[in-house]
């Protein structure tokens, strides 16, 4: 168990109301003692995945959230109290499996703060910590190692066979892989949750239509010319040699000191 | 208009209907489920989710040229019927709808049209 899931796990059983700040990283919101919110710097928020599927935009949203919260969002927005639970609990979950790893970071409780999409599922700590390593050991089984879930998506450019099925959210990947992004950038891009992304990350690496990760290139910057903006600085003053066998150099020393006796 | 309990609540109303749960395909993860005595509902939706991911899968070679969409999965056993049907959400999708019916006490044409207007209600 982390840090935080203690934390979490003690809150929940004192039936706290509040908010509990984690550092940078997110906020998890609680309603005596179960998780209504959670939101992480990591992931998409529940608002940025309704507005990318073209249900109203993020501006929209915003004023909604001011004037009349979700109910006037359920009466105003084309979706359902079912889609509205079921997008509350994807973008939870999806908080969730990055924020609870989370460590280092001094969280800090601010009782009885609430979100205004909390209140739509509500979760029990236990609950959520358990689907979160469900989650870990399911990556796991697709695809061994954590290194494509943080590298740059880059597809081979050839298919090392005659023909391959793809799912929707690689063939989302594929299309949107541009070589540099990461598969959580990818997330945000697509305005998809992160653990989708991951799963099919992670199945293409399986499948073998990943190319083999770099090692991380060490030193070796690329060349600028030095009117290029990111050239390297040019050292100030003249240029400095230390090495011994500058015989100019030692002519000169050998001369100041002469003259200095 | 539906919420996630109203919609299991629906679906268990279904005439032979014995135990129903909703999945999400994504994440092989049970949302919500009817209170079937021993029935591992995690389980049984991640090894769900896995059968329909084959059958996409498959489907995809037998039929070549076609984007597959699924819109229901029926499977009959010699105790049951087992209807999977697949819901497009606003949200990441598709969810999934199951239930278990009862070979003798079932209408399968009754219970999937049940179904198909449940969904609408659920999803808009």
């Not at chain 1, 609870?100 to 959520?128: C, I, M, N, T, Y």
């Not at chain 1, 997330?187 to 199945?203: C, E, F, S, T």
């Not at chain 2, 497009?88 to 009862?102: A, H, M, Q």
Request: charge should be neutral.
């Amino acid at each position: 168990m982390t840090k935080l899931d203690t934390l979490l796990a003690g809150l929940a059983r004192e039936r706290s109301t509040g908010a509990l700040q984690v550092g940078r990283s997110g906020t998890i919101f609680l309603s005596e003692g179960r998780v209504t919110y959670m939101e992480c710097a990591q992931t998409p928020s529940v608002e940025r995945l309704l507005a990318a599927r073209g249900l109203m935009s993020e501006a929209a949203l915003r004023r909604v959230q001011g004037d009349g919260g979700c109910e006037k969002l359920l009466t105003e927005g084309a979706l359902t109290p079912g889609e509205l639970q079921y997008a509350v609990l994807g973008g939870v979950l999806d908080a969730a499996f990055f924020l609870l790893p989370v460590s280092g970071a001094r969280p800090k409780f601010r009782p009885g703060e609430q979100h205004w999409l909390g209140g739509q599922w509500f979760f029990d700590v236990p609950g959520l910590v358990r689907e979160c390593a469900r989650r870990r050991a399911q990556l796991a089984e697709i695809w061994p190692s954590a290194d494509v879930d943080s590298l740059p998506v880059r597809p081979l450019p050839r298919l090392p066979g005659h023909g391959v099925t793809l799912s929707r959210v690689q063939w989302e990947v594929i299309v949107r892989a541009d070589h540099k992004a990461t598969p959580l950038e990818l997330a945000k891009q697509l305005g998809r949750p992160a653990y989708p992304v991951l799963v099919a990350v992670r199945r293409l690496a399986a499948s073998g239509l990943l190319a083999a990760p770099d090692l991380p290139q060490r030193g070796a910057p690329a060349e600028h010319p030095p009117h290029d903006p990111k050239a390297r600085a040019q050292p100030l003053g003249p240029p400095v040699t230390g090495d011994p066998t500058d015989l100019a150099l030692l002519m000169r020393l050998k001369k100041a000191l002469e003259e200095l006796s | 208009m539906l919420g996630i309990d109203g919609c299991l609540a629906e679906v268990m109303s279904i005439p032979g209907a014995l135990d129903a749960m909703l999945v999400d395909h994504t994440s092989g993860m049970a949302v919500a489920f009817s209170t079937a005595v021993g029935v591992d509902a995690d389980r049984s939706a991640a090894a769900l989710t896995e059968a329909l991911r084959a059958t996409t899968d498959g489907l995809a070679r037998t039929c070549p040229g076609d984007v597959v969409r699924i819109d229901d999965m029926l499977v009959t056993t010699d105790k049951g019927h087992h209807l999977l049907r697949l819901l497009e959400t606003v949200f990441e999708g598709p969810l999934v709808i199951y239930v278990r019916l009862d070979l003798e006490r079932s209408n399968l044409a009754l219970a999937r049209h049940r179904l198909s207007t449940i969904s609408s209600r659920l999803a808009t």
